[in-house]
Nanobody
Framework: VQLVESGGGSVQPGGSLRLSCTASGFAFSIYAMRWYRQAPGKEREWVALITRAGRSTNYEESVKGRFTISRDNAKNTVYLQMNSLKPEDTAVYYC????????WGQGTQVTVSS
């Protein structure tokens, strides 16, 4: 199983970024996918979830209405569209799946600063 995140970067408050996570080594379309983040000095926290067919999503309270998780099963890719970014969104973002155990990507840095 391999998960590779991309799309991070530095933006000003109010800006947008789109993260991607491309998966390989497992049957992507039959597993839910999640995004997590870890800010400096803090524990890793769950951000968003999308079910295997993409029919259902769920979000951590602080990102509701600003972040959108989606997936393209033909491309084995899950996305996180992040709008109206705030300094408190600064973190390393990880995608995750659970197939017998947790699998994580290497993470992509998102920095929101003026």
């Amino acid at each position: 199983v391999q998960l590779v995140e991309s799309g991070g970067g530095s933006v000003q408050p109010g800006g947008s970024l789109r993260l991607s996570c491309t998966a390989s080594g497992f049957a992507f379309s039959i597993y839910a996918m999640r995004w997590y983040r870890q800010a400096p000095g803090k524990e890793r926290e769950w951000v968003a979830l999308i079910t295997r067919a993409g029919r259902s999503t769920n979000y951590e309270e602080s990102v509701k209405g600003r972040f959108t998780i989606s997936r393209d099963n033909a491309k084995n890719t899950v996305y996180l569209q992040m709008n109206s970014l705030k300094p408190e969104d600064t973190a390393v973002y990880y995608c995750n799946t659970f197939t017998l155990r947790d699998y994580w990507g290497q993470g992509t840095q998102v920095t929101v600063s003026s």
